[in-house]
């Protein structure tokens, strides 16, 4: 069975940083995409990056790009997000997400809180 365990998640003020990590078991994920996406209260679930798992590519929103680093740990299995420069506006509860086949997996979330 798929489990995505997300950790890292917490409160920080403006303008600095975060990892979160996402730990991925249950199948082998060599060619599956680890996403991660983020959903503030009152808003829509919005994609934030992407990883394909074998060729290491990335994929970002454009809200995020130059600040945010998405990266992949094959020996542990784990998915990372190395957020840098946040601003209040990031606050969300964070989700990394696989899909395999037709199916996506979605881990639990993880809240992160920027003060202004």
């Known amino acids: 069975q798929v489990q995505l365990v997300e950790s890292g998640g917490g409160l920080v003020q403006a303008g600095g940083s975060l990892r979160l990590s996402c730990a991925a078991s249950?199948?082998?994920?060599?060619?599956?995409?680890m996403s991660w996406f983020r959903q503030a209260p009152g808003k829509e679930r919005e994609f934030v990056a992407a990883i394909s798992w074998s060729s290491g590519v990335t994929n970002y929103a454009d809200n995020v790009k130059g600040r945010f680093t998405i990266s992949r740990d094959n020996a542990k299995n784990t998915v990372y997000l190395q957020m840098n420069s946040l601003k209040p506006e990031d606050t969300a509860v964070y989700y990394c997400k696989v899909r395999i086949g037709v199916m996506d997996y979605w881990g639990q979330g993880t809240q992160v809180t920027v003060s202004s």
């Open positions: 249950g199948r082998s994920f060599s060619r599956s995409v």
